[in-house]
């Protein structure tokens, strides 16, 4: 294979190379150029050979390869719960661990319930020499982050929110993708929208914001729309409608839930009341957990890529070890509605 080079003036490039420009040049995948570049399985000898030389040539800095290396991943109990509940953690760690498998990195997994728990994994990831940095699942209060001051390793956090930027993220975009579920509900002719959460979390704070900053731009007030639950439990989104309703009458025509397995808590209370869904109530979840399409009706929600979030975090650490001293950065993903029978128009 050949492969030609063009250098800038001076030998010099324009703008920052990226690992798309050594694919491109090389004539193969992202992923493949990745695998040859972080050492992983799959990738002939004599195209690694060209697509290492084609990013030397590049300026393009080679990241350093944890192929048989560890990467310790902390999960915080809020994960652990989610991952037997209702699947978000469990489709990020898929996409985490196929990531790990194609790059043969070894994830060593830790559960931290307390402060205690997590110093000790902090001095065991500083002491053994084979471990090259750290994922924190759903780990971002502020007493995690502080207690990594001065770790000397890369940290990355999945699924979670540092307003100080201590460390880089990957998430999904969650106050736009809160935004767009807004939209969605407000331009089929709702006004009365409730926001039904279970408030803590900072990623679950942005989807709360996402969801004021729509009604802020149609001039709608947000005052008194918030329903709040102590946990993410169906059964308690259930009481939080119908006693919404008991106490109030149906003085909403939808709701947006900020996870899926609440929104189908409020499809149950809202039928158990006498309504129809979306007939006289539009609802609408966040995340495309599996189970929203078997809902009766099935249920609109908004796609959350939470495998790609899995695998982008692994990416970013590698990202961390090339060398460069880059800043923390903060990776967020896109989503978008996953239209199904839940919502419809306003009645009139």
């Known amino acids: 294979m050949v492969v030609k080079i063009e250098s800038g003036k001076r030998g010099t490039l324009s703008r920052r190379v990226r690992l798309e420009d050594i694919a491109a040049r090389c004539g ?5 150029a990745s695998r040859a570049l972080a050492g992983g399985k799959g990738v002939r000898s004599d195209l690694r050979s060209t697509i290492i030389e084609t990013a030397k040539k590049l300026n393009y800095t080679i990241p350093t390869s944890i192929t048989g290396r560890k990467v310790i991943l902390a999960a915080s109990n809020a994960a652990m719960i989610d991952y037997v509940r209702n699947q978000f953690t469990f489709y990020v760690l898929d996409g985490l661990n196929e990531r790990a498998r194609t790059l043969g990195v070894e994830l ?13 994994l902090l001095d065991e990831a500083r002491q053994d020499k084979s471990v090259v940095g750290c994922l924190f699942l759903t780990l971002d209060d502020e007493a995690v982050l502080t207690l990594t001051g001065g770790f000397g390793k890369p940290i990355v956090l999945i699924n979670g929110d540092d307003p100080a930027m201590h460390h880089s993220s990957v998430t999904p975009c969650n106050r ?23 408030r803590g979390r900072r990623t679950i704070e942005r989807r709360f914001e996402g969801w004021q900053d729509a009604l802020r731009e149609r001039g709608l007030a947000a005052e008194g729309l918030a329903v709040e639950v102590s946990d993410w439990l169906p059964d308690l989104a259930v009481e939080a409608i119908a006693r919404r309703i ?18 189908i808590g409020a499809m149950m209370a809202i039928q158990k009341s006498g309504y129809k869904v979306p007939a006289d109530v539009s609802v609408m979840g966040m995340d495309d957990l599996p189970q929203a399409a078997f809902q009766n009706p099935p249920l609109t929600t908004m796609h959350i890529p939470m495998r790609e979030i899995g695998a982008a975090s692994l990416d970013l650490l590698l990202a961390d070890l090339g060398g460069m001293d880059l800043p923390p950065r903060r990776v967020e993903f896109a989503c978008h509605i996953v239209q199904r029978q839940s919502t419809g128009a306003v009645r009139a």
């Open 246 to 263: 008991e106490g109030r009458g149906l003085d909403f025509t939808a709701v947006l839930a900020a996870g899926d397995s609440l929104a």
């Open 28 to 32: 193969v995948s992202v992923s493949t």
């Open 176 to 198: 736009s993708a809160a935004h767009l579920a807004t939209q969605h509900l407000l331009d089929l002719g709702h006004r009365r929208i409730l926001f039904l959460m279970r």
């Open 108 to 120: 060593v997994s830790r559960s931290i319930a307390d402060t205690g728990e997590q110093l000790a």
